[in-house]
Nanobody
């Protein structure tokens, strides 16, 4: 099993930055990559970005490309989401998800709220 805990959310003004963390514990060696998703009120959960654990390859949604950066610290089993130039439309609950290498099963964290005021 793998447990995920997100942290770092909060209330910021437009244009400011936040860094979210996703700390993994348990059998972290079974994870192939970690993804970030977000869900705004009344909207479906959407993909934000991902990072592959071995080589650090990253992917981003077009809506955050150039503003958000995902990184990892393998020693701490932690993935970070650096969010710059935040916009009100970035307001959402942000979730991290870890993909099990063998079969693609996804572990989810409970999420952290990010609110961007205009």
């Amino acid at each position: 099993q793998v447990q995920l805990v997100e942290s770092g959310g909060g209330l910021v003004q437009a244009g400011e930055s936040l860094r979210l963390s996703c700390a993994a514990s348990g059998r972290t060696f079974i994870i192939s990559d970690t993804k970030w998703f977000r869900q705004a009120p009344g909207k479906e959960r959407e993909f934000v970005g991902s990072i592959e654990w071995n080589f650090g390859i990253t992917y981003y949604a077009d809506s955050v490309k150039g503003r958000f950066t995902i990184s990892r610290d393998n020693a701490k089993s932690t993935v970070y989401l650096q969010m710059n130039s935040l916009k009100p439309e970035d307001t959402a609950v942000y979730y991290c998800a870890a993909v099990r290498r063998d079969d693609g099963f996804v572990y989810w964290g409970r999420g952290t709220q990010v609110t961007v005021s205009s």
